[in-house]
């Protein structure tokens, strides 16, 4: 009878050795943990700086708030003599102008004040990039608004009725661009006062696009 061969013993294999993607897969957790943690911690960061940023850019100087405010009264001034009808009819509106009335004898007391005011506005504040964006994107707003004047004037020294349904049109028409005038002075004003951005209809785009 023959005599029983024990095999030899067969060493243990190791599972990372057989199967090195095993092994890989086993660590993989505690990188992606730690990349999970960069991740989050740069998106904390940038999330933090736009806050910051976003809070910046938000707040508007005193400076600015009080020039910006200020030249919204140059389109009234200009075109004060629209509210010819709407002044002399309307008592509350005679209350609100007369503390201004000062200031309008001034400002049309020299026939080219409008003009050098123009220049002075468009080539000193808005071609000025000393003045902030907000400074200078008012100050347009209130210069497209006292070009738009120049519409109603031309209208007016066209057809000058005396009487009739013309003369209507023309009081309408008057009384109309006043109006809008004052709005716009108050509305512009107030918001600028308050650090706000006022954008008029008609002129914001047209502003929009002459400040860079």
Not at 86 to 97: D, G, N, R, S
Not at 150 to 168: H, K, S, Y
Not at 181 to 187: F, G, M, N, T
């Amino acid at each position: 009878m023959s005599a029983l061969r024990l095999s030899p013993s067969i060493p243990p294999v190791s599972l990372s050795a057989k199967y090195p993607l095993l092994h890989f897969s086993l660590r993989t957790p505690s990188l992606v943990s730690r990349r999970s943690r960069n991740l989050n911690a740069a998106s904390t960061t940038r999330l933090t700086v736009t806050a910051k940023s976003n809070g910046s850019s938000d707040s508007v100087d005193a400076g600015d708030r009080i020039i910006s405010a200020l030249v919204y009264f140059y389109p009234f001034f200009d075109g004060i003599q629209y509210g010819k009808f709407v002044i002399t009819q309307f008592a509350p509106i005679q209350t609100l102008i007369q503390p201004l009335v000062p200031a309008i004898k001034v400002f049309k007391g020299f026939p080219l004040n409008g003009f050098l005011v123009f220049l002075t506005l468009y080539f000193v504040v808005v071609r000025n990039s000393n003045f902030s964006r907000y400074v200078r994107f008012n100050t347009m707003q209130a210069i497209v608004l006292d070009v738009l004047l120049i519409f109603p004037d031309l209208l007016e020294r066209t057809f000058n009725p005396r009487e009739g349904l013309g003369l209507d049109l023309v009081m309408s028409l008057d009384s109309t661009v006043f109006l809008f005038l004052l709005v716009s002075l108050i509305y512009g004003s107030s918001s600028c006062f308050l650090g706000q951005l006022p954008r008029l209809p008609i002129v914001a785009d047209a502003a929009d696009r002459q400040v860079l």
